[in-house]
Protein backbone atom coordinates (compact mmCIF):
# COMPACT_ATOMS: atom_id res chain seq x y z
CA UNK A 1 0.00 0.00 0.00
CA UNK A 2 2.99 2.43 0.36
CA UNK A 3 4.46 1.72 -2.56
CA UNK A 4 1.10 3.44 -4.42
CA UNK A 5 1.07 6.03 -1.99
CA UNK A 6 4.35 7.38 -2.15
CA UNK A 7 3.02 7.81 -5.90
CA UNK A 8 1.53 10.71 -4.70
CA UNK A 9 3.14 14.14 -4.97
CA UNK A 10 5.16 15.76 -2.06
CA UNK A 11 3.51 17.69 -1.00
CA UNK A 12 -0.24 15.70 -0.76
CA UNK A 13 2.27 12.96 1.27
CA UNK A 14 3.11 15.48 3.58
CA UNK A 15 -0.43 16.91 4.10
CA UNK A 16 -1.96 14.22 5.04
CA UNK A 17 1.23 13.05 7.40
CA UNK A 18 2.47 9.99 5.20
CA UNK A 19 5.76 11.39 4.16
CA UNK A 20 9.35 9.66 4.59
CA UNK A 21 12.47 11.00 5.77
CA UNK A 22 16.22 9.63 4.63
CA UNK A 23 17.34 10.18 8.10
CA UNK A 24 18.32 6.59 9.59
CA UNK A 25 17.89 5.68 12.91
CA UNK A 26 21.75 5.18 14.34
CA UNK A 27 22.46 3.60 17.33
CA UNK A 28 26.15 3.17 18.79
CA UNK A 29 26.64 0.01 21.21
CA UNK A 30 30.02 -1.22 22.23
CA UNK A 31 30.89 -4.70 21.73
CA UNK A 32 31.66 -6.88 24.46
CA UNK A 33 33.99 -9.86 24.71
CA UNK A 34 30.45 -11.94 25.28
CA UNK A 35 29.19 -10.61 22.02
CA UNK A 36 27.95 -13.95 19.11
CA UNK A 37 26.00 -12.87 16.60
CA UNK A 38 24.44 -9.66 15.00
CA UNK A 39 21.14 -10.10 13.15
CA UNK A 40 20.81 -7.55 10.93
CA UNK A 41 17.18 -7.37 10.21
CA UNK A 42 14.17 -5.22 8.22
CA UNK A 43 11.05 -4.35 9.82
CA UNK A 44 9.57 -7.61 7.75
CA UNK A 45 11.33 -9.53 10.20
CA UNK A 46 10.99 -7.22 13.41
CA UNK A 47 7.21 -6.72 12.74
CA UNK A 48 6.26 -10.41 13.43
CA UNK A 49 9.76 -12.61 15.22
CA UNK A 50 10.51 -11.53 19.17
CA UNK A 51 14.49 -10.57 19.26
CA UNK A 52 14.14 -13.72 21.59
CA UNK A 53 13.40 -15.60 18.94
CA UNK A 54 15.43 -14.59 16.52
CA UNK A 55 18.33 -15.04 18.96
CA UNK A 56 17.66 -18.46 19.80
CA UNK A 57 17.29 -19.36 16.22
CA UNK A 58 20.70 -18.20 15.45
CA UNK A 59 22.08 -19.82 18.59
CA UNK A 60 20.73 -23.02 17.48
CA UNK A 61 22.20 -22.22 14.18
CA UNK A 62 25.59 -21.85 15.08
CA UNK A 63 25.86 -24.01 17.89
CA UNK A 64 28.48 -24.69 20.04
CA UNK A 65 32.12 -22.96 19.12
CA UNK A 66 30.57 -22.04 15.83
CA UNK A 67 29.66 -25.64 15.12
CA UNK A 68 26.29 -25.90 13.59
CA UNK A 69 24.04 -28.09 15.98
CA UNK A 70 22.18 -29.08 12.61
CA UNK A 71 25.13 -30.89 11.11
CA UNK A 72 25.21 -28.99 8.06
CA UNK A 73 28.30 -26.99 8.19
CA UNK A 74 30.35 -27.53 5.13
CA UNK A 75 31.94 -24.06 5.48
CA UNK A 76 32.19 -21.20 7.58
CA UNK A 77 29.65 -19.33 6.36
CA UNK A 78 26.98 -22.39 6.54
CA UNK A 79 25.75 -21.42 9.77
CA UNK A 80 25.07 -17.70 9.49
CA UNK A 81 23.33 -18.41 6.01
CA UNK A 82 21.12 -20.97 7.39
CA UNK A 83 20.08 -18.51 10.42
CA UNK A 84 19.37 -16.06 7.95
CA UNK A 85 17.31 -17.82 6.22
CA UNK A 86 15.43 -19.83 8.87
CA UNK A 87 14.61 -16.04 9.83
CA UNK A 88 13.32 -14.90 7.01
CA UNK A 89 11.06 -18.18 6.74
CA UNK A 90 10.02 -17.30 10.19
CA UNK A 91 9.19 -14.14 9.17
CA UNK A 92 7.35 -15.06 6.10
CA UNK A 93 5.30 -17.55 7.74
CA UNK A 94 4.21 -15.33 9.89
CA UNK A 95 2.91 -13.19 7.21
CA UNK A 96 4.76 -10.17 7.90
CA UNK A 97 3.39 -7.45 5.77
CA UNK A 98 6.62 -5.70 5.19
CA UNK A 99 9.85 -6.27 3.14
CA UNK A 100 12.12 -9.02 4.64
CA UNK A 101 15.92 -9.05 4.84
CA UNK A 102 17.98 -10.63 7.18
CA UNK A 103 22.23 -10.75 8.02
CA UNK A 104 23.50 -13.09 10.64
CA UNK A 105 27.20 -11.98 11.20
CA UNK A 106 28.81 -14.77 13.42
CA UNK A 107 31.50 -12.32 15.72
CA UNK A 108 33.35 -14.80 17.14
CA UNK A 109 35.74 -15.25 14.67
Known sequence: MLR???D???CLLKL???WATSEPDISVTKRESRDECL???SN???DVVSSETASKTV???LGENGNSSVELR???DVGTKLAAT???RLALGRRSADNISVIVVDLRK
Open 8 to 10: MPF
Open 4 to 6: SVY
Open 86 to 88: LLA
Open 39 to 41: ILG
Open 44 to 46: GLW
Open 74 to 76: TDT
Open 59 to 61: HQC
Open 16 to 18: IGL
